[in-house]
Each structure stands twice: as C-alpha cells, then as structure tokens.
C-alpha cells in the first residue's frame, strides 16, 4: 500500500473513532460511578458538612471538566472560522459567486 492512500488515511480516521469511543465510555464510567457514589453518601450520612464538602467537590470537577473542554472547542471554533475565510478568499481571488445551499451544507 503506498504510503498516503485513501486506504491508510481511512485506517487512521478508524483509529481515532475508536479512540474517541473509549474516551467517552471511560469519561462515562467516571462520572457515572461518582455521581452513584455521592447519591450513596448523601442518602446514609444526612448532616449538612457532608453535602457541602460533595457540592463544593462536584464543583471543581466541573470546572475541572470546563478548563479541559476550552482548547477543544476554541480549536474547532477557530478552524470554522479560517475554513469559512479561505472560501471567501478563493471566491474572491477566482470571482467565483456565492455558494448555493447545497454547497454551504458542506462547510
């Protein structure tokens, strides 16, 4: 198979699904597990200490979570931003018309 092919970069995408899949279910695990797990302590153990020392916990693993899920989505967002100014540079340096919705659906 030559270094390249559509085949090799279809394997590499696989990969990343795959990847992207145990991510998920791991993130899910974890969450799950300790969400089940502060239902437990808040159910036998009722004094007001113990559900603000879980609420104040759950607090920094959302922020946690926030701190870790900017750069993601600030990537993407950048990256529709310069996609959608080269098609307007191509546009313009080809003075090619505007796109009709069949086209934009792709970007």
């Known amino acids: 198979m030559q270094k390249g092919s559509v085949a090799e ?3 590499v995408m696989e990969e990343r699904s795959d ?6 279910w791991f993130g899910g695990i974890v969450v799950g597990f300790k969400l089940w797990t502060a239902l437990l302590v808040v159910v036998f153990s009722v004094n007001w200490p ?6 104040l916990n759950h607090v920094a693993w959302l922020v946690g979570l926030v701190l870790l899920g900017t750069g ?3 990537f993407w967002y950048r990256l529709l931003r310069v996609r959608r100014r080269r098609a307007q540079l191509l546009r313009a340096e080809w003075e090619i018309s505007e796109p009709t919705e069949g086209q934009r659906a792709r970007f």
């Open 9 to 11: 970069y279809t394997g």
């Open 19 to 24: 990847f992207r899949r145990i991510a998920i």
């Open 50 to 55: 113990t559900a603000w020392y879980l609420i």
């Open 72 to 74: 993601p989505l600030l």
